[in-house]
């Protein structure tokens, strides 16, 4: 069984930055593609980016040149730097990791609220 704890989330002003961590337990992260998604008040759940095991990451069109993505194997964490947040980015942001569809995990999300 894996559990993901996503930290890093609260109040930010637009235009300001924020970095989300998400540390996975087990033995499996290594071999695992990261993922952050985001889900807005009534909106459905969206891919934000994603990373391979191989380090090779993906985004959304909404968030390109703004967040990257990034992991470290030795920690079993996966990051989220976010810049030039603004108020369209509020959301609650969860950490999936998968291998396949049957070791596919989430996290139980952590509240960005972009607002001056």
């Known amino acids: 069984q894996v559990q993901l704890v996503e930290s890093g989330g609260g109040l930010v002003q637009p235009g300001g930055p924020l970095r989300l961590s998400c540390a996975a337990s087990?033995?499996?992260?290594?071999?695992?593609?990261m993922g952050w998604y985001r889900q807005a008040p009534g909106k459905e759940r969206e891919l934000v980016a994603s990373i391979t095991s191989g380090g090779s990451a993906n985004y959304a069109d909404s968030v390109k040149g703004r967040f990257t993505i990034s992991r470290d194997d030795a920690k079993n964490t996966v990051y989220l730097q976010m810049n030039s947040l603004n108020p369209d980015d509020t959301a609650v942001y969860y950490c999936n990791l998968r291998v396949n569809a049957a070791v596919n995990y989430w996290g139980k999300g952590t509240l960005v609220t972009v607002s001056s």
């Open positions: 087990g033995s499996i992260f290594r071999i695992a593609a």
